[in-house]
Each structure stands twice: as C-alpha cells, then as structure tokens.
T-cell receptor, first 114, second 111 residues
C-alpha cells in the first residue's frame, strides 16, 4: 500500500498569487491533516479533515483553506501569497493497525514565494 | 498554553555511541507523545510513540522514556549509526489528531 502522497513536489509562486496543494491519505483512512513547516522549525498544525468535514483548525489566517473529497483526498489552498508562506507543506494521515492519534507524514510540497 | 520544546538544538556523537535526545512539554493534560525523525528534504518519519500511562517503551534500537512528574520526554538511540543523522522532533498529541511539535534537535553522527 502506498503511504501518504503529495503533489507537486516543488512549487514556485510570486507574492499575491494563489496555490493549490494536493494530498492523498494512506489507503483506508478517512482523515487528513495539513501542517506547515518553516525552515528550521517544527511543523505547525493547519487543518484536520475527517469524512469531508473540518475537525480542527490551527492559528492560520483565512487565506488558508482546505477541502476533502469523497475519495478522502484533500486540497490545501492558499490565497494572496506572502513571502512568509514559503515553507514545506506536509500532509498526514493515520495508518492501518495503529492508533488514529499516530500521524504518518507524506514527503511534503516545498513552496517558494518570490 | 501548549508547547513542546527541546533542551539541545544540536547533538554530536561518535558512531557506536548511545544518543539521548531530550524534550520538555508544558501541557500536563497531554496523553500521547511521538518521536519523529526528519532527514533533509523529506517528511517526518515516525519512530516510536508512548502514552501517558507508560513510563518506558522500547523499539528497535530506540527507547522512549516519559517522566510525567517533570514533564520530560527522552529518546535513546543505541549504537548510533551515520544513518541516524537527522533532525529529531518530539510531538504532543492534543486530540483530534492535532500534533504540537517542538523546534527539533539535530543529531550528527561521526564515523
């Protein structure tokens, strides 16, 4: 079974643009969480979705939004990009056979805002 | 508030030594903790976890110790190898699969 998958791997945008990042959770799981990791820091929680509903939101502005599709894949959207949005965006889901508290991460999408 | 931090930003060891990475947490209500390893350019990789009703848990070459009295968590790596070189994060689960991460400790293993 594939792990958490994310696309694209890398992305370069300019200030003011909008970006969409994609994620598919581990097969069989209905939950997806998004994290932002700025260089040199630990990941920060952005959103958690379960069965297409938002179950948690971190301290991020309304420029950040997400949604989950019937197949449990998810998109993270960021509008009006700022230089400070440059980061590694990580997606996570639980894994079969383990506690749902245990999050497994994908490889991330490296976003650079110029 | 919630916070998870680490005492040492960088730890340098020799190959074959045992490594100990420390972490302090502030939310006494947290009941689940995870250690992750992150190599350059990759996502965090699950290493080991522990619930608050345990003091110790062992995996392959790794041991996690939890001291709830002083709100301290540690990761012990036995016979450290060059492949163990990475940044290590502890994370605290606050429910609904939300993790709170510290800033990380870089482990450097010299041959």
């Amino acid at each position: 079974d594939a792990g958490v998958t994310q696309s694209p791997t890398h992305l370069i945008k300019t200030r003011g643009q909008q970006v969409t990042l994609r994620c598919s959770p581990i097969s069989g799981h209905k939950s997806v969480s998004w994290y932002q990791q700025v260089l040199g820091q630990g990941p920060q929680f952005i959103f958690q979705y379960y069965e297409k509903e938002e179950r948690g939101r971190g301290n991020f502005p309304d420029r950040f939004s997400a949604r989950q599709f019937p197949n449990y894949s998810s998109e993270l959207n960021v509008n009006a990009l700022l230089l400070g949005d440059s980061a590694l965006y990580l997606c996570a889901s639980p894994a079969p056979g383990r506690s749902t508290d245990t999050q497994y991460f994908g490889p991330g999408t490296r976003l650079t805002v110029l | 508030g919630e916070s998870v931090g680490l005492h040492l930003p960088t730890l340098s060891v020799q190959e074959g030594d045992n490594s100990i990475i420390n972490c302090a947490y502030s939310n006494s209500a947290s009941d689940y903790f995870i250690w992750y390893k992150q190599e350059s350019g990759k996502g965090p990789q699950f290493i080991i976890d522990i619930r608050s009703n345990m003091d110790k848990r062992q995996g392959q070459r790794v041991t996690v110790l939890l001291n709830k009295t002083v709100k301290h968590l540690s990761l012990q790596i036995a016979a450290t190898q060059p492949g163990d070189s990475a940044v290590y994060f502890c994370a605290e689960s606050t429910g609904f699969q939300k993790l709170v991460f510290g800033t990380g400790t870089r482990l450097l293993v010299s041959p």
